[in-house]
């Protein structure tokens, strides 16, 4: 996506060299829709991607995910806390979680790990 397209809006933040990208996409136009989350995002975030995924799902086999951090661990924790909520919802179709790659990125201290989650049928 460039920041030419209708749907996209790059802004610089506050003076500072942060920027942050906002797009919009039709949920009709992807054949699986993704998302990332922050590990160091609060409990909060969690329960907001729980419901978002959960919603998807109602119209969608799978969702897949990322989740990323500054230390080893925090993906992890958070996945775990994720599937926690996920799994207490009361869904009709009971769930899918399957582990996807997972590492971190060279020359920086962020670590990741990606999650498909699919209703069974």
Do not use: C
Not at 7 to 13: E, F
Request: charged letters at 25%; zero cysteines.
């Amino acid at each position: 996506m460039t920041v030419a397209e209708p749907d996209a809006n790059l802004r610089h933040l506050s003076g500072g060299r942060a920027v942050r990208l906002e797009y919009t996409f039709e949920l009709a136009e992807v054949t699986v829709p993704r998302f990332s989350v922050e590990a160091t995002e609060g409990i909060g975030k969690l329960f907001t991607l729980a419901t978002l995924a959960l919603n998807v799902l109602d119209t969608r086999e799978r969702v897949e995910l990322v989740f990323h951090g500054l230390n080893p661990e925090d993906p992890a924790k958070k996945i775990e806390a994720f599937r926690r909520i996920l799994s207490s919802s009361g869904t009709k179709w009971s769930l899918q979680f399957d582990p996807g790659e997972g590492g971190s990125v060279p020359g920086s201290s962020s670590y990741y790990q990606w999650i498909a989650v699919g209703r069974r049928k």
